[in-house]
């Protein structure tokens, strides 16, 4: 059977609130993710073997039963209780990794889509999301791409209701040499926070009828100016990362930058322009910092959908 092409796009936290912590450990969380036009790609082979077998075009990625397109595998195979199904899957890497960019989520939705369609599973959209809930808190998202509300540990999704991805102009920064592990800054925010986190459901649920109803949400929908954006990982993560101190510094000197922010628990970085446009003429003014302080840096486009076929 030919191969099948999943595209795995990258988001970004356009809002990353801490609201407490939850019973089963997690944070309790009110974000806004965007998709952006930056993508990884998933070539699968079906195969009969009872095998399921990753290679990447970047060694320093594993590509073992730790990675999530091999969970996402595991985990399909087995509920819908064939053994012998296997596939043969390549990953080209353009996403960069340990980021906060859900990367590694995006092609684990990607893997369960894709499989779920040559395997023939038959599994619905619902069915898909609640696996994806299982393998990560950043997957379903992933799946349904767009602008979307995030609550829970972030699997609870609601669309933000723009009829279209917005205009903006998104520069990303991340340099090589610094990655963040997720449970790491989750840990640190409630070692400095943990203190001050809401308590029970009545208060998270007036964070999120805040954020439902304030003005990032009405700037998205373009009847108000774009606030300063807030992500609660930031101050745990920027006095610990020079690269994340230089990096802001760096975009907030970018003409016409809307607002600056980490995405995730970064350490990638990014500026909002009024239009792509302005994004490309920040990163012509910009390019030799950026490149002087070893920065990687990517122009990108906000977009409405999330992983898809072909
Ligand atoms: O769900 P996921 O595997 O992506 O989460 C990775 C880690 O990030 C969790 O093990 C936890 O330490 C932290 N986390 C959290 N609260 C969330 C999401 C993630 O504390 N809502």
Redesign the pocket.
């Known amino acids: 059977m030919a191969e099948l092409l999943v595209s795995a796009p990258a988001k970004i936290n356009l809002h990353l609130e801490v609201l407490g912590l939850r019973p089963d450990g997690?944070?309790e969380?009110a974000m806004v993710m965007q998709t952006l036009d930056l993508a990884d790609q998933l070539s699968i082979r079906p195969t009969a073997d009872g095998a399921i077998s990753l290679t990447c075009d970047r060694d320093d990625l594993p590509t073992d039963g730790s990675n999530l397109v091999v969970k996402a595998g595991e985990l399909l195979r087995a509920r819908v209780g064939l053994p012998e199904l296997g596939a043969s899957i390549h990953l080209r890497k353009r996403i960069p990794i340990g980021a906060g960019l859900a990367g590694g989520?995006s092609n684990g939705a990607a893997a369960l889509v894709g499989l779920n369609h040559l395997w023939g599973c038959g599994f619905s959209s619902a069915q898909l999301h609640a696996m994806a809930a299982e393998l990560?808190?950043?997957m379903p998202f992933c799946l349904e791409g767009g602008t979307q509300l995030c609550f829970g540990?972030?699997e609870r999704l609601e669309p933000a209701g723009l009829g279209a991805a917005p205009a903006l102009g998104v520069l990303l920064i991340k340099h090589p040499d610094s990655s963040v592990s997720?449970?790491w800054a989750?840990?640190r925010c409630r070692e400095l926070r943990g203190d001050f986190y809401l308590q029970g459901e009545e208060e998270f649920e007036q964070r999120r009828q805040a954020l439902r109803s304030g003005p990032l949400l009405a700037a998205l929908r373009g009847e108000a100016p774009l606030p300063p954006l807030r992500n609660d990982l930031q101050p745990v993560v920027e006095p610990e990362l020079a690269s994340v101190r230089e990096g802001l510094a760096l975009l907030r000197q970018a003409e016409g930058a809307l607002a600056v922010a980490m995405s995730g628990s970064g350490p990638s970085l990014f500026a909002l322009f009024a239009e792509p446009a302005g994004a490309e003429a920040a990163h012509r003014q910009l390019s030799a910092q950026l490149e002087a302080a070893g920065f990687e840096a990517w122009c990108c486009r906000c977009t409405g959908s999330g992983v898809s076929l072909g």
């Open positions: 997690f944070h969380l989520s990560g808190s950043d540990r972030g997720t449970p989750y840990g």
